[in-house]
């Protein structure tokens, strides 16, 4: 169920701050919102970034608007140890400003909230698949590669999940374009299996008397275990899961590892899904 326009303005009373939102750059806040929902929300509306956040929560897909809002709240986590105590831009730079219990109260309600619509949240890469000729493209990919790669040095067990959730978004926007529908239940692995069966690129595809079949077997295969591997890997050290008091996670070199991978796996999806629609219309038009 889709948040109520009473509760999105606590969230924007948690974000906005005078035409600021939280610590970001208007660069940083563009590039932000390009990963989260597809759009840079300040090269958009040409705004401030409060003003922008703000109307594109008014006019924005409901489910994509609730996505955006509980990322920033992910954010917010991430980035303000003390709730009480915050950090804000001002013609100096930064400075610290105590915002005494208002802040508190309002971050708050804001997980309330989250905590009763929670599958806006986990599933928002239906949204995004439904919203695909405009969200997901060769751009928008290559805006998510200098994401994670951002993340992969500042979070880098945040990056494990970001890489995950490419290769869900990527899998489940191809099925969308070609009019197959998918189980919300499925995990990563099993998105990967239905794509790449799709495109006739699982091993499965390959003849096995042609030159070299062993091989491109052999690669395929190793391609669909990123999935498994990641799906795993999130599980254990990726955000979104609790951890013991003792917990460490991953150095960035892990997280290069996981983010390197993903992105050779979305971008093969990605070029077969699109030389597979090349063909399409060549055919149509002969």
């Known amino acids: 169920m889709a948040l109520s326009g009473i509760e999105r303005g606590v969230f924007i ?25 597809g759009v840079a929300l300040c090269e958009k509306y040409h705004l401030s970034k409060g003003r922008s956040l703000n109307a594109y929560i008014n006019e924005a897909d409901e489910n994509l608007a609730d996505k955006l809002l509980f990322d920033l709240l992910e954010y917010y986590e991430l ?19 105590d915002y005494g219990v208002d802040y508190s109260v309002t971050y708050k309600k804001c997980k309330e909230i989250q905590k009763r619509h929670s599958s806006p949240l986990s599933d928002y890469t239906n949204s995004l698949a439904s919203n695909i000729k405009d969200a997901f493209s060769s751009d928008y990919i290559d805006w998510q590669m200098q994401i994670m790669m951002s993340m992969q040095s500042e979070n880098p067990t945040e990056a494990i999940g970001k890489a995950k959730e490419i290769i869900e978004s990527c899998c ?9 529908t998918y189980d919300r239940t499925w995990d990563a692995p099993r998105l990967v299996k ?38 795993e890997l999130r599980n254990v050290y990726g955000s979104g899961h609790g951890k013991s008091p003792n917990y460490q996670g991953l150095s960035e070199r892990h997280a290069r590892l996981a983010v390197g991978s993903a992105l050779t796996l ?21």
């Open 194 to 231: 239905e794509t790449t069966n799709l495109l006739k690129i699982a091993p499965d595809n390959i003849p096995s008397d042609i030159r070299g079949a062993e091989s491109m077997i052999s690669i395929l295969k190793s391609l669909r275990a990123i999935a498994n591997g990641l799906n």
């Open 13 to 37: 009373k948690l974000f906005n701050r005078g035409g600021y939102v939280l610590d970001f750059s208007t660069s940083d806040f563009d590039t932000f919102t390009l990963g989260s929902v």
């Open 266 to 286: 979305v971008n093969f999806l990605w070029d077969s899904h699109l030389r597979m629609q090349l063909k399409k219309s060549e055919s149509a038009t002969e």
């Open 172 to 180: 489940k926007g191809i099925l969308e374009e070609n009019g197959l």
């Open 79 to 97: 980035s303000y140890g003390n709730f009480e105590r915050e950090t804000v831009p001002n013609e100096f730079g930064k400075v610290a400003l």
